[in-house]
């Protein structure tokens, strides 16, 4: 299995995988939209998993000066337990420990909390946090619709 940098041939591929991994995301969400803001900040931190030719998962990660966060984790349903998404993090944290990122943040949608168990095997813990958000004005925000 190869894990590397998302290159551009990846997009057609990525955005199957995440409509068919990500089913419940909002429409705001848009794969494509998402794939092209990520390449334009911090790209190095978007990893694939290529397994004979084939895209079998995906990572992204940020670090915005203070906490790293990381998003799209997703192994595709025929290659889980194999140990994909363990490879995928493992390769984001350690770019957002290159860049210095102290701590490490992500957020599971209500509803998904079986996959706890997946981060909780790779050492992260569960905080008591209230998670709030609010759209902007940029293209793809939830408040423009
Ligand atoms: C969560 C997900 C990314 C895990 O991918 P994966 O490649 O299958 O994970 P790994 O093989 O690296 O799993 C590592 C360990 O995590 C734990 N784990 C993974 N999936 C688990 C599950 N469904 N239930 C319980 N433990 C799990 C196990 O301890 C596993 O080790 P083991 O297989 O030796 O027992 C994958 O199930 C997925 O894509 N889910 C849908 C998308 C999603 O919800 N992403 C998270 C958004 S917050």
Redesign the pocket.
Known sequence: MEIRRYETQDEAAVAALWRR??RDAPAWNRPENDIRRKLSIQRELFIV?VRDGQLV?T?MGGYDGHRGW????????E???????????ARVEEGLTRLGCPKVN????AG?E??I??????GYRVEERVSMAKGLQAEGSPSRG
């Open positions: 991994v990500f998993a998962g990572a990381i998003y799209y984790v997703a192994a595709s349903p290659h889980r337990r194999q140990g994909i998404a363990t490879a995928l993090m992500l957020q599971i949608r998904n079986e996959v168990a997946f981060y909780e095997a790779l």
